[in-house]
């Protein structure tokens, strides 16, 4: 079974600073995508950023990137010039490609973020 | 164009009742997908529906249940409600399609709390 491990509970970072996110993850799948999902106080699930397993290229949109370490089944967040709106929790998450229970999305534990002025 | 709307969003039951939580996902998606958030437990998948069929199913007991409609709108049911359900119920649609480009849309969740 996959499992997706989020080790860093809580972090800060001051307004305008840059801040990174651990995930770690486990899979024997060659075939998967992985993400960052921000949950805000409103509760409502929004994508932040989605890297597929085969490309080797970090993803990157707007302030958000990822550094995508396939071999060590790493996968962190860097949020860049942070923002007051940027306070949420982050889950990492995992999905298989194109077989099974490729809908099926495996969360890990969350990590709450704080934007300090 | 709308989001996944989720009904309610919140409700308090009682021990023993049942419950039926509604998801109405975004127009053209065919999947809809159940999950429970705990503070306990995080985020667990409960089961997924495309075109009227269960397609994946987590692991719940039986009490969990769920169906979809023509119109691809969900509707999830607890019955014989415990304690241990509170919880937060997301739903998510999706257009079904398991390649690289199908993204799951997640509505703001229905709040249940059993009392």
């Known amino acids: 079974a996959q499992t997706v491990t989020q080790s860093q509970p809580e972090m800060s970072v001051q307004e305008a600073e840059t801040v990174t996110l651990s995930c770690t993850y486990d899979?024997?799948?060659?075939?998967?995508?992985l993400f960052w999902y921000k949950q805000p106080p409103s509760r409502q699930m929004i994508l932040v950023i989605r890297?597929?397993?085969?490309?080797?290229q970090n993803a990157t949109e707007n302030r958000f990137s990822v550094n995508f370490q396939k071999a060590a089944k790493s996968f962190s967040l860097k949020i860049s010039d942070s923002q007051l709106g940027d306070a949420a929790m982050y889950f990492c998450?995992?999905?298989?490609?194109?077989?099974?229970?490729?809908?099926?999305?495996?969360f890990g534990t969350g990590t709450r973020l704080q934007v300090m002025l | 164009k709308a989001g996944v709307t989720q009904t309610p969003r919140y409700l308090i039951k009682t021990r023993g009742q049942q419950v039926t939580l509604s998801c109405s996902p975004i127009?053209?998606?065919?999947?809809v997908s159940w999950y429970q958030q705990t503070p306990g437990q995080g985020l667990q998948f409960l089961f997924e529906?495309?075109?009227?069929?269960?397609?994946n199913k987590g692991n719940f007991p039986g009490r969990f249940s769920g169906r979809q409609f023509s119109n691809s709108r969900s509707e999830m049911n607890v019955s014989t409600l415990e304690l241990g359900d509170s919880a937060l119920y997301l739903c998510?649609?999706?257009?079904?399609?398991?390649?690289?480009?199908?993204?799951?849309?997640f509505g703001q969740g229905t709040r249940l709390t059993v009392v």
């Open positions: 529906y495309f075109s009227e069929t269960q397609r």
């Open positions: 998510a649609s999706s257009l079904g399609d398991r390649g690289p480009s199908t993204e799951a849309f």
């Open positions: 899979t024997s799948e060659s075939d998967y995508y």
């Open positions: 127009s053209g998606h065919r999947s």
């Open positions: 890297q597929e397993a085969y490309k080797q």
């Open positions: 998450a995992y999905r298989r490609g194109n077989t099974g229970t490729a809908s099926k999305l495996t």
